[in-house]
């Protein structure tokens, strides 16, 4: 799971941010949907891949945001 956050805030506020938000969604397939904990990972990228480069309140909404990487093996 992958936490990002918009760019509004420090570097380090944000990086914290988004990695609140991934453990955050995380626990919920843990808890609530019965996913091992081991095969979850979390990794925070702060506000360093928005999806939107503008400066408006919609735009800052989608950067606030949790990505699933769904890994598969070889």
Do not use: M, W
Request: proline share 3%.
């Amino acid at each position: 799971v992958e936490g990002h956050c918009d760019e509004r805030g420090t570097e380090e506020y944000n990086r914290s941010l988004g990695e609140r938000r991934a453990i955050g969604i995380r626990e919920v397939l843990i808890q609530r949907h019965g996913i091992d904990s081991s095969r979850i990972t979390t990794v925070s990228f702060g506000e360093d891949k928005p999806v939107s480069l503008e400066k408006t309140e919609e735009a800052y909404a989608l950067n606030r945001r949790g990505e699933f990487v769904i890994l598969r093996p070889r």
